[in-house]
């Protein structure tokens, strides 16, 4: 019997099969990385706390996304306004995936408003060549 994608990825710990993929990527690379390993607390109006799903070993956080929810793109927004100097970037399954039903907007338009950087389903290797900030 074939194992589903996200139980598979539930047995080797992760909590989504591209979570999975995503570090099979890096260790092929020979990437060091981090693996929900810290939490950052942030403020709406409560305090919240964000767990970045990779940190590599520059220093950028890769946030591995199937779906993007209205909470989370509020919640990455107001954590970069909250923490500045964190390079945060998006791996999206799909980055031509619309906001939601009827949007014009994809992941990629949200991004790109926002100013963040994204790439669709791998990490693209000019990210792992940067230099630690």
Known sequence: MKIKVRQRALR??????LE???????????VKFTYEEFKIKWVDPKTKTYT???VLENGIIIETKGRFISPD??????VRDQYPDLDIRFVFTNSKARLYKGSKTTYGMWCDRYGFKYADRLIPDAWLKEPKK
Do not use: M, V
Request: charged share 35%; no cysteine.
């Open 52 to 54: 970045p799903d990779f």
């Open 73 to 78: 793109r509020a919640k990455h927004l107001a």
């Open 12 to 17: 080797a710990g992760y909590r989504s099969g």
């Open 20 to 30: 999975q993929d995503t570090a099979k990527f890096l260790k092929k690379k020979g």
